[in-house]
Every structure is written in C-alpha cells, then in structure tokens.
C-alpha cells in the first residue's frame, strides 16, 4: 500500500519537526507552522494518529518489502515512541501534579526531545530515499 508508505515518511517528518520545532525555527524561521503544532489540540491530535500509525507499521509492509512484520521497524518506532511522547506531553502539560510516567516522559521529552527529532526527521528522508531497506 503506497499510502500507507507516503504516511509512514510524512509520519517521521512531522513528529521529528514538532519535536524539535524550536530549534528548526531558529535555524530556518520559514518552519513556523512547526510551532503551531505544538499546541495542544494539534500535537494531541498529531500525536494519536502517530501512535495509530506506528502500531500499524509493524504488521502492513511497505510495497518494495517482502518481510511481512518488522519491515518497517524505525519508522514503526518513531510513530510509537514520538506520538507517545506527544501525546503525553500535551494531556499533561497544564497540570501541576504529574503521575510517575507523565514527569518521566515529560522529562526524556525535554531533555531529548530536540535529538529524538533530528533523528526522525533523517529516518524519514533515508526511508524515502532508500523504501526497499528492511528495518528501515
């Protein structure tokens, strides 16, 4: 399903540039919709379609693949990992009182959150680049 695979490159782009949105506009200002996706209903949003996307990558392979799970494992990751993060960070980002999972999240969130996203964003352009590379 070649729409499954435009989804999966999009998917990594996107996370990655929300991600690391405040670095990337300070680098090219011209990405400024990277900061309008860190609001809460869009990264909330965002962030579910992600996660979705990222389960759904470990069992549908991309068109060039012949392995049927797994095939796409980074880029089933970074849906799983970044729309996980996403979508924590946005539930919780008003609140004062945070459980155990939601300060530790938030924590790796902004510690490496910027790193996570440069790292998603190259996934996404070497999954592109390079479709039939199993894992990738």
Avoid: N, W
């Avoid at 510690?111 to 680049?129: D, K, R």
């Amino acid at each position: 399903m070649p729409q499954i695979y435009i989804l999966t490159i999009l998917m990594c782009l996107f996370t990655g540039g929300v991600l690391a949105a405040e670095m990337l506009v300070q680098k090219a200002p011209f990405l400024g919709f990277l900061k309008k996706l860190q609001e809460k209903g869009s990264q909330l949003l965002l962030g579910g379609v992600v996660f979705v996307l990222g389960i759904l990558k470990l069992v549908i392979p991309s068109p060039t693949e012949s392995s049927v799970f797994f095939g796409d494992l980074l880029p089933a990751l970074v849906g799983i990992i970044g729309g996980g993060m996403l979508v924590i960070e946005a539930l919780y980002r008003d609140r004062d009182v945070l459980p155990s999972l939601a300060s530790r999240v938030i924590g790796v969130r902004k510690q490496y959150g910027t790193a996570f996203g440069i790292i998603a964003i190259i996934l996404g352009i070497v999954h592109m680049i390079l479709p039939g590379v199993i894992l990738l």
